[in-house]
């Protein structure tokens, strides 16, 4: 008879195998990374990786939801801060040093992932977008109840186009590796450019 495996034991494997999957995306991207080499960095057999995860496309949307969440953690400590700005600040120069760490740097995984895949075919990435936009639509809002931010622009819109110019300058910087100081430069300048538009 097998002995029997507790749930807490099985979570903690499934979390072992969804950090090593992170740290082979952060390496390889998505199109390159493979089962074969989250069971080499975790250490784990074919049969423990494929009792939590069937394909290379489910492991990497769970570890876009863990990355998810602690971007969304991140985006909810902006209340907390007495400037709405100053919070959105904080939270934009904390995306673009993460491109900084080998476990957190998945923006070419996710480009390629989005590449591959429509909202239709994956309805999670239209339920990211959308909560993300509502998160800081929200914050955006309470900023403009509390006189701080202008009400004079669509904010909608412009919290659609905010987070598209994010998205569009870190994709940039992968690609370009630009030096730590040119990235803060242009880190600044979108944040200047928001707080002219909402000022």
């Given at each position: 008879m097998m002995p029997r495996v507790s749930e807490e034991y099985l979570e903690k494997r499934k979390q072992l195998i969804v950090n090593?999957?992170?740290?082979?995306f952060s390496k390889k991207g998505f199109t390159e990374a493979t089962m074969k080499d989250v069971m080499t960095e975790a250490g784990i057999s074919r049969g423990g990786l494929?009792?939590?995860f069937e394909n290379i496309d489910a492991l990497f949307l769970e570890v876009l939801k863990m990355d998810d969440e602690k971007?969304?953690?991140?985006?909810?400590?902006?209340?907390?801060?007495?400037?709405?700005?100053?919070?959105?600040?904080?939270?934009?120069?904390e995306l673009?040093?993460?491109?900084?760490?080998?476990?957190?740097?998945?923006?070419?995984?996710?480009?390629?992932?989005?590449?591959?895949?429509?909202e239709k075919e994956v309805p999670y990435l239209a339920?990211?977008?959308?909560?993300?936009?509502?998160?800081?639509?929200?914050?955006l809002t309470k900023g403009v109840?509390?006189?701080?931010?202008?009400?004079?622009?669509?904010?909608?819109?412009?919290?659609s186009v905010f987070i598209s110019?994010?998205?569009?300058?870190m994709l940039s910087e992968h690609r370009e590796l630009s030096t730590n100081d040119e990235k803060q430069k242009?880190?600044?300048?979108?944040?200047?450019?928001?707080?002219?538009?909402?000022?």
């Open positions: 090593s999957a992170a740290l082979v494929y009792a939590h971007d969304k953690q991140s985006l909810l400590k902006i209340g907390e801060n007495p400037s709405v700005l100053k919070g959105i600040e904080l939270w934009v120069r673009f040093e993460e491109m900084n760490l080998p476990d957190r740097d998945l923006i070419r995984a996710r480009s390629e992932y989005f590449l591959k895949y429509t339920e990211r977008r959308n909560g993300l936009e509502q998160m800081l639509l929200t914050v109840e509390e006189k701080e931010l202008s009400n004079i622009i669509e904010l909608p819109i412009f919290v110019s994010i998205d569009g300058l242009k880190v600044t300048m979108l944040i200047e450019m928001l707080q002219q538009y909402l000022v």
